[in-house]
């Protein structure tokens, strides 16, 4: 038939997607119904998050809850609602056992909630991240990771305490100019776009590869006065390169998922580090920085705290802080150097 490409009609969903990894993988851990389940309640989580923030102005849901959560920070009604929406439907998928959110001062333990019996899957989210960008319309995103309950275990707080290297799987969902997915359960990153039409997240970047080097740099630099030197001088090392080399480009959006987003498609490298005010950095451990140094790492960069590799950090509390810097191998690397010295 003429003008017809079968390609273009071979459409691949998130769900079938997952059905497709999970008939494919040698890992029981991943090759399950549960985990299916399990990423089907997550994608459907973001379907509605997504449905929430694109509404916000129209349904009044912007501005602050008038709470604060365990970091002291001013909660928003999103922060709230989000949450909200996903500890029901992961509590109610029937594979979670365990569950940490930003928004939540304690570990919820889902069998001593529900009284039912509970999965197999530890959730560690950030249900809404990049607050502070939600009221002008800005990039925000959902992040997650996920661990597999230790074996004998029925769920306890242990079960989330540990490095990110254990984790299964991981992902985020940018809302955006559209809403993205990009996840990776160890053989990959896949990156999928809600097609709001059909309702369904379809594969539209598989196998995101970051860039060995790039040319972005992003970072709060508002901070500086604060920095140490090794960041100091790697920053100046690359907006005062030595010529022929040209200067490094600043982009910084504010929102993680937005700015990792950016970092994994163009390469570059995206820094939160400690300094002399916030000794252990800006973002949390679990929720934010393991998810995304899973995500870099399976695109093949490189994601470290300055000392170590971040997801070979050992938790020791469910919101604990971590310095991160993560990108393009290259750019690392030449960090890396600079606190070597
Ligand atoms: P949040 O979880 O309260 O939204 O804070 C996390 C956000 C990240 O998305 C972003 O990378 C960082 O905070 C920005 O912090 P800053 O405003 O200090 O640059
Ligand atoms: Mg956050």
């Known amino acids: 038939m003429e003008g017809y490409n079968p390609q273009e009609y071979n459409i691949i969903t998130l769900e079938r997607y997952v059905l497709g990894e999970g008939h494919k993988s040698p890992d029981q851990r991943i090759a399950s119904r549960e985990f299916t389940l399990l990423m089907s309640s997550l994608h459907t989580t973001c379907k509605v998050i997504e449905n929430l923030v694109r509404k916000a102005r129209l349904n009044n849901l912007v501005g602050v809850a008038g709470n604060q959560n365990v970091q002291g920070e001013d909660q928003k009604k999103l922060d709230v609602i989000s949450n909200e929406v996903m500890v029901n ?8 056992a365990v569950l940490v959110s930003e928004e939540e001062e304690h570990a919820i333990i889902v069998g001593d909630r529900t009284n039912s019996a509970a999965g197999q899957y530890c959730i560690v989210f950030d249900p809404l991240d990049g607050s502070s960008n939600i009221d002008a319309g800005v990039n925000i995103g959902t992040i997650f990771g996920i661990y597999k309950i230790r074996e004998g275990s029925t769920g306890s707080i242990q079960d989330v305490l540990r490095p990110g290297r254990e984790m299964i799987g991981a992902g985020y969902c940018m809302y955006g100019s559209s809403a ?6 160890g053989s990959g990153v896949h990156g999928f776009t809600l097609d709001n039409s059909i309702g369904e997240f379809i594969l539209t970047h598989p196998n995101i ?4 080097r790039g040319n972005i740099y992003s970072i709060n630099e508002g901070n500086s006065m604060y920095y140490h030197e090794p960041v100091l001088d790697y920053l100046n090392s690359i907006k005062f390169p030595e010529p022929p080399k040209k200067p490094y480009s600043a982009r910084y959006i504010g929102s993680m998922v937005a700015d990792v987003h950016r970092t994994l498609l163009y390469g570059g490298i995206f820094c939160y580090p400690a300094d002399k005010k916030s000794t252990k950095g800006k973002l949390r451990l679990l929720y934010e920085a393991f998810p995304m140094a899973f995500l870099t790492e399976q695109a093949g960069g490189i994601a470290t705290t300055g000392e170590k590799r971040v997801l070979d950090v050992q938790p020791t509390s469910i919101h604990e802080r971590c310095p991160i810097f993560l990108g393009s191998k290259d750019d690392v690397s030449d960090l890396l150097s600079f606190f070597k010295k």
């Open 180 to 185: 993205n997915i990009v996840l990776s359960s």
């Open 89 to 96: 439907a992961l509590i109610s998928s029937g594979q979670s």
């Open 209 to 212: 590869s970051v860039p060995a």
